[in-house]
């Protein structure tokens, strides 16, 4: 069977070090474009993707779209619904790097051109192939932590400098710059698959280095299902907290290191060239603890390239998309309700 043909716009952190390698790994999958209008970057495709054609716009794409059939968008937050709106009404298949859209609003329109249009749309939440997320759902399924009462997750990092020619800091949150749009839509995501929908959202968010785009957020949802949970997306943390803490009933699991894919990733390594990728050292496992008590867990294995694979399988078989864009959508709503929050200093009900 031919491969797919894959369009890369954007070639910057989200293309080149997260989609082009997981796509390059992925069978089925080949990049035969690269749109960016960059000249370092275009020199970098040229090295790293020979055989896929340099595009200095996505004009230039829309005008070869019969020789693709895949197209993913890795540009800047706001061009993600634009981009994606062009490539469904040339009856591309879409991937929209996080999140979907900067707004509910548009996120949900383009879900809809998408279903009007049978085209097939997903969105790239490869966190949800976490190796500390699904070591902790495969602890659900055990019933290791007895009723889970509280989830507390964060990416907090310290930069206390803001990140000269970073467009998430030098752009407004309004604009798709930001923390709690980048990070904190992982981390939404995240509390979704594991604990289901949200009746209330309470967030604090702030800039505090004086850029346009927050860098201190701060998100509590309570789950239909009685869930607390505590969400932290933040550039400006000097001392930062464990990476999970879920407490129930019968025990807490605690993760202290974020898991290792991005950093291989960022090294050069490619999931097809490391035969144990994914794998977390024991020292990294998450600990079971029960007061005074503690064991380590043994780490199920990272799987972003899982993402592009279920791609691949809903492309040729029909299979469900691996993210449902819906969701993404549900994530978005939750944000605005959470900068809502923010804005007044109350907690927000969410209907329905």
């Known amino acids: 069977m031919a491969d797919v043909r894959v369009a890369i716009i954007g070639y910057g ?29 275009q020199a970098q495709v040229a090295q790293e993707l020979p055989d896929a054609e340099i595009l200095a716009s996505p004009t230039e794409l829309w005008e070869r779209a019969e020789q693709h059939d895949l197209v993913v968008v890795a540009a800047p937050n706001e061009a993600h619904a634009p981009l994606g709106e062009e490539a469904i009404d040339r009856g591309l298949a879409v991937v929209v790097d996080k999140p979907l859209a900067v707004t509910s609003g548009e996120a949900e329109a383009l879900v809809s051109r998408s279903e009007r249009a049978s085209t097939f749309l997903t969105v790239f939440q490869n966190r949800r192939w976490d190796s500390d997320q699904l070591t902790l759902a495969r602890l659900l399924a055990e019933d290791r932590l007895g009723t889970v009462f509280r989830y507390e997750s964060r990416f907090e990092r310290w930069r206390p400098s803001v990140t000269a020619g970073s467009w998430r ?114 020292s990294r496992w998450g600990q079971l603890v029960s007061g005074q008590e503690s064991a380590p867990m043994p780490s199920e294995r990272g799987n972003w390239p899982r993402f592009y694979a279920l791609v691949v399988r809903a492309l040729r078989d029909g299979d469900p998309p691996p993210v449902d864009p819906h969701d993404a959508v549900g994530t978005l709503r939750i944000i605005e309700a959470a900068r809502h929050s923010a804005a007044r200093a109350e907690a927000v009900t969410l209907s329905g």
Request: aromatic share 4%.
């Open 13 to 41: 952190l989200a293309g080149r070090v997260f989609h082009a390698p997981l796509i390059a790994a992925t069978d089925g999958l080949r990049v035969v474009s690269v749109v960016t209008s960059s000249p370092e970057r």
């Open 169 to 282: 800091d030098s752009t407004s949150s309004e604009l798709g710059g930001g923390q709690l749009l980048d990070l904190g839509t992982h981390l939404v995501d995240q509390s979704l698959v594991l604990f289901g929908p949200v009746t209330h959202v309470y967030a604090e968010v702030a800039a505090r280095r004086g850029a346009p785009g927050d860098d201190d957020a701060f998100v509590a949802l309570r789950h239909a299902c009685d869930v607390i949970s505590h969400l932290r997306a933040s550039a400006i943390t000097a001392a930062p907290g464990p990476r999970l803490r879920v407490l129930g009933t019968k025990a807490a699991f605690v993760v202290r290191e974020l898991d290792g894919q991005e950093d291989a990733l960022r090294s050069g390594a490619r999931p097809d060239e490391v035969s144990d990728w994914g794998a977390e050292p024991e």
